[in-house]
């Protein structure tokens, strides 16, 4: 019975293991499926053409894969946005092999780099590392934009967009782009975003990635990206004909463009205004923060200071908490008694007593000397009342001993 048993639960444990990898099995090509028709006619709303060339952004923060399409103009706009499925480590770039960290950088795509017998659905392969990291040694192998959400240092989605991806890359070599770029940035290099994340270990790295995002963003053209002085450098045109950028060498005499050179001056002028008014903003918020956090942490510590005081109190007490006295308004020492005259008959208080002690506390009474009548106030009438409203009496009432017991109130 219990190999039958296994067998019966093996369909779910397969299923278990496959669940994760999202297989499209309705398509029966997948290297050579189409893009869905609602993309091809939003293209060509786009004026783009399903072969043109492509770029991509990644963004770590955000979770987002972004597809961006060249337009007639010869600009790019964005035809497709992608939700992240998984991916591995934390902001930052990767530095070694095995540490399950995902890349950040500028990475280009050649068509040799496609996997369409991949293991996981569909993928291709970022060409890490590229010549900067090789120049700071860092290594690391097969790292992917592959399908079956799951990541050990790649950007994993799910396979049906990995299907989308891996068409728009597909149909762009098809019409004759060399390789196309992606942008791996740990997030939106806004003002806002770099000032908070501006004690990083990572900053400096980020400012230089900023200067390729930027230039995008001005530009709308994906950036002309080299590598001289173990740097990245964007749109750099050297000015001796047969001068290269070498990744150990410095860099070549070289410039960028007047007109991208003028509008970058220009946006990076704002760009800075911005970012310290985010960093006064951060800043003001983390004083807040702290204040809020010192006077939490200063309330916690009188609570505990008062909080040994009463264990203090319980353990010189032998263990049990203090009695507190209880006042009661019936005992006969009640100091509210003695403010009432005569609240209490001396004989009902000598029953109470033993026989000799009331005949003590009479004898003491007795030898207490009465006030004299001068310190005993005499009421006086009131000069404003009337003598003889003052001198009347009470008003006689009409005889009611004939009236019946429920007209006794009334007065007809």
Same mark, same amino acid.
């Given at each position: 019975?219990?190999?039958?048993?296994?067998?019966?639960?093996?369909?779910?444990?397969?299923?278990?293991?496959?669940?994760?990898?999202?297989?499209?099995?309705?398509?029966?090509?997948?290297?050579?499926?189409?893009?869905?028709?609602?993309?091809?006619?939003?293209?060509?709303?786009?004026?783009?053409?399903?072969?043109?060339?492509?770029?991509?952004?990644?963004?770590?923060?955000?979770?987002?894969?972004?597809?961006?399409?060249?337009?007639?103009?010869?600009?790019?706009?964005?035809?497709?946005?992608?939700?992240?499925?998984?991916?591995?480590?934390?902001?930052?770039?990767?530095?070694?092999?095995?540490?399950?960290?995902?890349?950040?950088?500028?990475?280009?795509?050649?068509?040799?780099?496609?996997?369409?017998?991949?293991?996981?659905?569909?993928?291709?392969?970022?060409?890490?590392?590229?010549?900067?990291? &090789?120049?700071?040694?860092?290594?690391?192998?097969?790292?992917?934009?592959?399908?079956?959400?799951?990541?050990?240092?790649?950007?994993?989605?799910?396979?049906?967009?990995?299907?989308?991806?891996?068409?728009?890359?597909?149909?762009?070599?098809?019409?004759?782009?060399?390789?196309?770029?992606?942008?791996?940035?740990?997030?939106?290099?806004?003002?806002?975003?770099?000032?908070?994340?501006?004690?990083?270990?990572?900053?400096?790295?980020?400012?230089?990635?900023?200067?390729?995002?930027?230039?995008?963003?001005?530009?709308? &053209?994906?950036?002309?990206?080299?590598?001289?002085?173990?740097?990245?450098?964007?749109?750099?045109?050297?000015?001796?004909?047969?001068?290269?950028?070498?990744?150990?060498?410095?860099?070549?005499?070289?410039?960028?463009?007047?007109?991208?050179?003028?509008?970058?001056?220009?946006?990076?002028?704002?760009?800075?205004?911005?970012?310290?008014?985010?960093?006064?903003?951060?800043?003001?918020?983390?004083?807040?923060?702290?204040?809020?956090?010192?006077?939490?942490?200063?309330?916690?510590?009188?609570?505990?200071?008062?909080?040994?005081?009463?264990?203090?109190?319980?353990?010189?007490?032998?263990?049990?908490?203090?009695?507190?006295?209880?006042?009661?308004?019936?005992?006969?020492?009640?100091?509210?008694?003695?403010?009432?005259?005569?609240?209490?008959?001396?004989?009902?208080?000598?029953?109470?007593?033993?026989?000799?002690?009331?005949?003590?506390?009479?004898?003491?009474?007795?030898?207490?000397?009465?006030?004299?009548?001068?310190?005993?106030?005499?009421?006086?009438?009131?000069?404003?009342?009337?003598?003889?409203?003052?001198?009347?009496?009470?008003?006689?009432?009409?005889?009611?001993?004939?009236?019946?017991?429920?007209?006794?109130?009334?007065?007809?």
């Amino acid at each position: 019975m219990k190999p039958i048993r296994t067998l019966r639960f093996l369909p779910i444990l397969l299923l278990g293991l496959t669940g994760c990898q999202d297989a499209l099995d309705s398509v029966s090509n997948k290297v050579e499926h189409p893009l869905p028709a609602k993309l091809v006619n939003k293209m060509k709303a786009q004026d783009m053409s399903t072969r043109s060339p492509i770029m991509m952004r990644i963004f770590k923060e955000e979770g987002v894969l972004e597809v961006w399409k060249q337009k007639g103009n010869g600009r790019f706009e964005i035809i497709a946005s992608y939700e992240i499925c998984k991916w591995s480590g934390k902001l930052g770039p990767k530095f070694k092999e095995g540490d399950r960290q995902a890349p950040e950088g500028y990475y280009r795509i050649y068509p040799a780099q496609m996997n369409p017998n991949s293991s996981y659905y569909l993928s291709f392969n970022m060409g890490y590392p590229n010549s900067y990291d &090789r120049s700071y040694g860092r290594t690391g192998s097969n790292l992917m934009v592959h399908g079956a959400c799951s990541s050990a240092g790649c950007y994993s989605m799910t396979d049906e967009q990995v299907l989308e991806i891996y068409g728009f890359a597909r149909d762009a070599f098809k019409g004759g782009q060399e390789y196309f770029v992606v942008e791996a940035l740990p997030f939106r290099m806004t003002p806002e975003n770099m000032a908070r994340h501006r004690d990083s270990e990572h900053f400096e790295f980020w400012k230089m990635l900023k200067v390729g995002y930027d230039h995008f963003e001005l530009t709308k &053209r994906p950036p002309k990206v080299d590598v001289c002085d173990r740097q990245y450098v964007f749109n750099q045109f050297p000015q001796l004909e047969n001068a290269s950028f070498q990744a150990n060498a410095a860099c070549p005499p070289a410039s960028v463009p007047a007109t991208l050179a003028s509008a970058y001056y220009a946006f990076e002028k704002n760009w800075n205004q911005d970012f310290i008014k985010a960093v006064a903003k951060f800043d003001r918020e983390e004083a807040n923060q702290i204040a809020a956090n010192e006077a939490k942490a200063e309330a916690e510590a009188k609570r505990a200071e008062r909080e040994a005081e009463k264990a203090a109190r319980i353990a010189a007490n032998g263990g049990q908490s203090p009695a507190v006295p209880v006042l009661s308004l019936f005992s006969t020492g009640n100091p509210l008694k003695a403010l009432v005259p005569n609240s209490a008959p001396a004989a009902q208080v000598e029953d109470t007593l033993p026989a000799a002690q009331a005949s003590g506390e009479a004898a003491t009474a007795q030898a207490v000397p009465a006030p004299a009548a001068a310190d005993v106030p005499v009421p006086t009438p009131n000069p404003a009342i009337s003598p003889q409203i003052a001198n009347a009496g009470p008003a006689p009432r009409a005889d009611q001993s004939n009236k019946p017991f429920w007209k006794i109130w009334s007065s007809n």
